[in-house]
């Protein structure tokens, strides 16, 4: 293998959505710099942050259907029982949430939590505040989904916040995708809730770090057999 090839390998691929935004940062960069140069270094780690923001890496997801992957890089914010929002369009029944909050150095694109049908994508304008509060999930601006999985529709959000102020979602209504594939993203900074059915047991803590495709939230079944990986 090339010296050439061995470093293209070893770089994190960044998303195509991200390049208008990355050049953008850096001509701003070059503009500030011909006003006083240390604003071009300045603006130039600008540059890197946001090329950083827009990365898009790998991951492994574990192949079990029984398992709820976290849909978002981030911290669990919180596990909580109650009943979902109504523009979900799910029952009145509680469900169990878990929001992983996702903070401007985190990797923002987002995963499929399990695997099945997108049944409906329902985009809301609503409020900026804080996406870690937890009145976020019913005024903020938000994208949901509901997919239908094997253990039954469960509610999959994507809630702006303070700095985000723009929800890419590219799973459509009836799109069949696999835990783990890439549905979306969220500029700059924000959260996603999982709403889950009955049956469902949490297997994290709140404070815990997620990575989006590989940890596993919650899962349906407490027996299980050797799990494998699926990369993407």
Sequence with gaps: ????????????????EGWPFIAAFFVVAVLLGLLWQPLF?????????????????????PVD?????????????AIVHGRPPAGLGLDDAPMMRVSVFMNVFD????RMPMRGRIASAT????????????KASEDNERNALVIES???P????????????????????????????RFGLIRFGSRLDV???????????????????????????AAKDAVVGRTD
């Design 65 to 77: 259907r029984d398992f709820v992957v976290s849909p978002a890089d981030g911290r669990v914010s």
């Design 154 to 181: 469960i509610g999959c959000v994507q809630i702006a916040g303070l700095v985000a102020r723009r929800i890419v979602c590219w799973g459509k209504p009836d799109d069949t995708l696999e835990a783990g594939e």
């Design 195 to 221: 709403y889950l059915p009955a049956g469902a047991t949490p297997r994290v803590a709140i404070g815990q770090r997620a990575v989006a495709g590989e940890t596993v939230l919650a899962e349906f079944s």
């Design 41 to 61: 270094w300045i603006g130039l780690i600008a540059t890197g942050w946001c090329t950083f923001f827009f990365r898009d890496p790998p991951r492994v997801t």
């Design 150 to 152: 094997a253990h039954g």
């Design 107 to 110: 990797c923002h694109v987002n």
């Design 1 to 16: 293998m090339s010296i050439t090839r061995s470093i293209r390998n070893s770089l994190v691929p960044i998303r195509r």
């Design 123 to 134: 985009y809301r304008k609503g409020k900026f505040v804080n996406a870690e509060l937890d």
